[in-house]
C-alpha cells in the first residue's frame, strides 16, 4: 500500500526494546508495522537511554539518546535534519525523557525541520506547572497529535486548548490473532481445566493487585479450579526505589488469605509472541487499577482486541471501551464487586463469550496493520500541514544563537573533601584539612548541591551517599530542645560551640527546605520536614539580614510542598517586612541597599526579595529586590566590563572606596543565583546575560584573567588576591562553584527547551 506523497523516510523517537517498558514496545510494534505495511518506505528508529550503556538494539535503531543529557537531544535533532528525514513520529510520555517533565525533547523537536506527528500516552487532567508548560510547547511543537480515546482528545481540547483540527484519534494497536477457545493455550502453561483470570504489564502499587487477591476466596468457593496469574515483571522504576517490596507483600497476602496455590506470579518482561499465548489462555482478563487517571492501557487494549473477556475498574481507557456489552465495569478498590463480577462471567458462558465477540470485532480496527494505516494518513496530513505552514530551512545557528559552553560537571574534588561525617571545611591546596574539621554552613550548601544535581540527572550511588551523609550532619548538628543548629565540629567530632551563627541557621533551612520541596527522596524527606519544623520558629528572632535572606528561601522551597503552612507563611512575611525596613531604614538616593556597608553573600539579599515578590505576587516587593540587584551588579563591574565582586579585604562602606580584592567565589554563587531568579520574575534577557558574565569570573573573565576553577580536579580555589590566586580548594568555594555550575546547566536546560521562564 503505497503513501500518497513523497514520504521516503519516517523516524520514531521513543524507548525501544529491548528497553523494557510499555514505551518501548509500542514504539517497537509501530515502527516495524509501519515498515512491514510500506515495505518502500525506511524507518529508523531513535531510542532514549535511561542507563549509561544503552542497550542492545536491533538495526533499525539508528542513533540514541542519553536520558539526562541535553546536548544528546540536540546532536539528535542535527541527526535527523541532515539524514533526510521527512517525518518524526513521537512516542511522548513524561517520564521517558529527561529534564522537568520530560522537557528536554522539546530542544530536540524546536530544532527539527520537518513535520512532527507525537502520540501522547499520557493526557493529565491537572497537570503540575512544568507538566502543562511541557504539553504547551509540545502542542506548539508538532504538526499532528495523536491519542487514542475520545477521552484524551477532550481533554486535549478542553484543558490544554489544543486545535480541534491537528487532533487524530488512532486505536492503540494489538497484535493480530484468531478467535479462539482458551483451552487451545492452557497445556502450555499446565492449567488445562482450570479457569484462568489473567492479569499482565509492569508491576506496581497503582495496579490494585492485592484487590484482585481479595477477591479470590469468593471466587474459589465457586470455582475451586481457578488460577489467577499475575504476569509482568516489576516496573525498573519502582525496582529501582523499593525493590521487590509489592510483589513480596502481594505473595504475602495471597498466603495470608490462604489462596497461594492458586495465584502464579511470572516475574518476567515477556516477548510479544509468548505474551499472546498468555492472553490466548485466560478465560477472564481483570484489571484492578486504584484511579481513573489512566488516558491508555496496552494491556487492556491487547486482551480486549484478542477477544478476552474482560473486568475492569472504570480508568478512563477501560470506562471508554467496555461500553456497549464488550465488557464489565467494577467500582475501585472492590474486591467483592471484582468476586461477583468474574464468577457471573465464568458462571453464564453465553454471556463471556458474547462478551468476547463483542470486544474481537470492535480489535479488528485495532490490528497493528490497520493502525500502520491510520498513521500513514497522519503522516501525510503532517506533511501537507508542514508544506503549507512553513518553516525555516537551515538549522545552522551563529554562534550568538548557540548556548554558551559550559564546563564537565566533575565531582572528584567534593568527594575527596567527604568522609562519613560531612564536607571538610578547608583543604591545604587539593588535600583535605583535617585539623579545620567540619562546619554546617559547608554541609547545608553540599546538600543543596547534590538535590541539584539529582534532579539536573547527575545522580549517583556515590552522590547519594553523601547526600545522606550531608543531612546526617545537619540531623546532628541541631540542638532540638533550642531549635539552633551548632556549626563547627573538630577532627575527632567534638562541636566547638553551643550555638552557631545565624546565617549557619539559615543555611540550614535553606538546605532543609530544598530539600522537602524535592520529592522522590522517601523518608529523607520526612527527616528534612521534621527538621525544618524544629528550626524554623527561631528564624523569628534573627538580626542578621542575610540570614532572613537565606531563609526566606528555604521557606519559599518548604512551602512549595506544603504551602498551607500557616507558621512559614508568617515568618516568612516577617522576615520580608524586616528585609524591607532595612532597606528603607539604610538606603538614600546613591545607596540602594540594605545597610551601610556591602559586604559578603549580598547578592542573596535581592535574590530573597525577588523570589518572595514573585511567590507573594507582590510587585513593589518584586520590584525592590530588582532594584537592588541592578544597583549591586552595577558596582559588581569592572572597568573593562568583567564581573567584580566586592573584595573582602575591606568590603564596601558607604562614602568609602570599595575593596577590590580579595575577591571571595561565594559572592560569584550568590549574583548568578539572584540573575537566574530576576530572570525567571521578569523574563528579561539582560539578566540571562548578566548570569554568564558572573560565571565566566570562574573561568578566568576578571582582574587578573586566571581561572578559579580547577578543571584537573573539579575544585575551585579559594579566592583571587591582588596579585595571585589562592592555591587551596576549600568546601565553600569549590561548593560556590559547582553551585553555580548546577543552575547555570539548569537555566541553559530550560533556555533551550522552552523560549520564556517557568513563572510561578
Known amino acids: 500500500m503505497p503513501l500518497v506523497s513523497n514520504i521516503s523516510k519516517v523516524a520514531f523517537l521513543g524507548d525501544y526494546l529491548p528497553r523494557k517498558c510499555g514505551i518501548a514496545t509500542f ?9 512491514a505495511e510500506f515495505p518502500a518506505l525506511q524507518c529508523l528508529a531513535v531510542p532514549v537511554n535511561d542507563i549509561p550503556e544503552g542497550y542492545d538494539y536491533p538495526a533499525e535503531v539508528r542513533f540514541e539518546i542519553a536520558e539526562q543529557d541535553l546536548t544528546s537531544y540536540l546532536r539528535a535533532a542535527d541527526f535527523l535534519n541532515i539524514t533526510d528525514v521527512d517525518v518524526v513520529c513521537v ?44 504539553m504547551r510547547d509540545l502542542i506548539r511543537l508538532s504538526t499532528r497529535l495523536v491519542v487514542m480515546s475520545e477521552r484524551g482528545r477532550e481533554f486535549l481540547s478542553s484543558i490544554y486548548q489544543a486545535p480541534a483540527a491537528k487532533i487524530d484519534l488512532i486505536p492503540h494497536g494489538i497484535p493480530d490473532m484468531p478467535f479462539a477457545d482458551p483451552n487451545y493455550f492452557k497445556d502450555e502453561f499446565g492449567v488445562a481445566g482450570k479457569q484462568v483470570v489473567l492479569t499482565f504489564g509492569l508491576l506496581s502499587s497503582n495496579k490494585g493487585i492485592e484487590f484482585a487477591l481479595r477477591a479470590l476466596p469468593d471466587i474459589i468457593r465457586v470455582f475451586p479450579n481457578t488460577v489467577y496469574i499475575v504476569l509482568g515483571q516489576t516496573h525498573p522504576n519502582l525496582l529501582r526505589d523499593e525493590g521487590e517490596a509489592y510483589r513480596l507483600s502481594l505473595e504475602r497476602l495471597a498466603k495470608d488469605l490462604h489462596v497461594q496455590k492458586h495465584v502464579v506470579f511470572f516475574n518476567r518482561f515477556v516477548e510479544p509472541e509468548e505474551l499472546m499465548r498468555f492472553v490466548g489462555a485466560a478465560d477472564i482478563y481483570l484489571t484492578p487499577y486504584l484511579t481513573e487517571a489512566q488516558i491508555t492501557s496496552g494491556t487492556l487494549a491487547c486482551a480486549f482486541g484478542a477477544g478476552n473477556a474482560v473486568v475492569s475498574t472504570p480508568y478512563w481507557h477501560a470506562a471508554e471501551l467496555l461500553t456497549e456489552e464488550r465488557g464489565k465495569l467494577v467500582p475501585f478498590r472492590d474486591a467483592k464487586a471484582i468476586a461477583v463480577a468474574v464468577v457471573e462471567l465464568l458462571r453464564d458462558e453465553s454471556l463471556r463469550h458474547s462478551m468476547r465477540k463483542n470486544a474481537y470485532k470492535v480489535g479488528r480496527g485495532m490490528v497493528w496493520s490497520r493502525v500502520a494505516q491510520l498513521y500513514a494518513k497522519s503522516f501525510e496530513q503532517a506533511r501537507q500541514d508542514h508544506s503549507f505552514i512553513g518553516r525555516k530551512s537551515s538549522p545552522i545557528k551563529t554562534l550568538d544563537e548557540q548556548p554558551g559552553q559550559l564546563p564537565e560537571l566533575k565531582l572528584d574534588h567534593l568527594f575527596r573533601m567527604s568522609d562519613s561525617t560531612g564536607i571538610f571545611q578547608h583543604a591545604s591546596f587539593t588535600v583535605p584539612n583535617f585539623s579545620e574539621g567540619y562546619c554546617t554552613d559547608d554541609n547545608a550548601r553540599a546538600l543543596v548541591l547534590a538535590l541539584m544535581l539529582q534532579k ?53 533551612l535553606w538546605a532543609l527546605g530544598l530539600c522537602v520541596s524535592q520529592a522522590g527522596q522517601g523518608s529523607f524527606q520526612a527527616l528534612a520536614a521534621q527538621l525544618f519544623e524544629q528550626a524554623l520558629p527561631v528564624a523569628a528572632e534573627f538580626a542578621s539580614p542575610r540570614a532572613w535572606a537565606f531563609t526566606l528561601i528555604g521557606i519559599d522551597e518548604y512551602l512549595r510542598r506544603f504551602g498551607g503552612d ?54 513593589t516587593m518584586l ?100 596579585d595571585r590566586l589562592s592555591q587551596n580548594e576549600g568546601a565553600e568555594s569549590t561548593l560556590a562553584f559547582l553551585l553555580s555550575l548546577a543552575e547555570m546547566q539548569a537555566l541553559q536546560n530550560s533556555l533551550t527547551s522552552f523560549k520564556e521562564p517557568s513563572g510561578k
Open 566 to 619: 500557616r507558621r512559614a507563611n508568617q515568618i516568612r512575611e516577617l522576615l520580608t517586612a524586616k528585609l524591607i525596613q532595612r532597606y528603607m531604614d539604610a538606603s538614600k538616593e546613591d545607596w540602594h541597599w540594605f545597610e551601610d556597608v556591602v559586604s559578603y553573600a549580598n547578592a542573596k539579599l535581592p535574590h530573597a526579595m525577588i523570589l518572595s515578590g514573585r511567590s507573594l505576587n507582590n510587585k
Open 91 to 134: 512516542e511522548h510520555e513524561f517520564g521517558i525523557f529527561g529534564g522537568p517533565a520530560g522537557s528536554h525533547v522539546l530542544a530536540l523537536l524546536r530544532e527539527l525541520q520537518m513535520p512532527i506527528v507525537t502520540t501522547l500516552h499520557t493526557i493529565l487532567r491537572e497537570p503540575n506547572t512544568e507538566q502543562r508548560r511541557v
Open 623 to 722: 520590584e525592590l529586590g530588582l532594584k537592588t540587584l541592578r544597583w549591586l551588579t552595577k558596582n559588581q563591574t569592572s572597568d573593562a566590563g568583567s564581573f567584580r565582586p566586592i573584595g573582602s579585604n575591606g568590603f564596601f562602606p558607604r562614602g568609602k572606596e570599595r575593596a577590590i580584592f580579595d575577591q571571595q567565589p561565594i559572592e560569584a554563587q550568590a549574583t548568578i543565583s539572584a540573575c537566574i531568579e530576576a530572570y525567571q520574575a521578569t523574563g528579561d534577557m539582560l539578566w540571562v546575560t548578566e548570569a554568564r558574565r558572573v560565571f565566566e569570573w570562574f573561568l578566568g573573565r576578571n582582574d587578573l584573567g586566571l581561572a578559579l576553577y580547577d578543571p584537573g580536579t573539579g575544585g575551585c580555589r579559594d579566592g583571587l588576591h591582588v
Open 27 to 35: 514504539t517497537t510494534d509501530l515502527c516495524r508495522a509501519v515498515a
Open 456 to 508: 539536573l540527572g547527575h545522580g549517583s550511588p556515590q552522590l547519594e551517599t553523601h547526600a545522606a551523609t550531608y543531612a546526617a550532619f545537619l540531623s546532628h548538628a541541631i540542638d532540638r530542645r533550642r531549635g539552633r543548629f551548632r556549626n563547627f565540629m573538630s577532627f575527632d567530632r567534638h562541636w566547638l560551640e553551643e550555638t552557631g551563627s545565624e546565617d549557619c541557621q539559615g543555611h540550614a
